[in-house]
């Protein structure tokens, strides 16, 4: 369930993550098998008067290890579909897994 806080923003509760989810929707209608790659919580605000979007990674949790040794260097990934024009990252966390 999402939040509302008092500045009009929305903080999502934890989702569920999975493999490929910037694929485009007919790519995602493809039956595959399910990869769960954790839950992430954040946080979205709008400024209308700038027209600009926040968007607030809150947390990760469940994170699976992606290398040989089980470890990794997590960070998140943004893009704003349908162009997917411009990608965001986060910082590395490096030794957080």
Do not use: C, W
Not at 18 to 33: P, Y
Request: charged fraction near 35%.
């Amino acid at each position: 369930m999402a939040g509302k806080d008092v500045l009009g923003g929305i903080q999502q509760d934890m989702e569920e993550l999975e493999e490929n989810m910037e694929q485009n929707e007919k790519a995602q209608a493809e039956e595959k098998e399910e990869v769960k790659l954790g839950r992430i919580q954040y946080k979205l605000d709008y400024d209308f008067q700038q027209g600009q979007l926040s968007v607030t990674v809150i947390q990760a949790e469940d994170l699976p290890g992606m290398d040989m040794s089980g470890t990794s260097d997590p960070y998140v990934k943004l893009y704003l579909l349908p162009e997917k024009k411009k990608k965001v990252e986060t910082k590395v966390h490096r030794k957080t897994l």
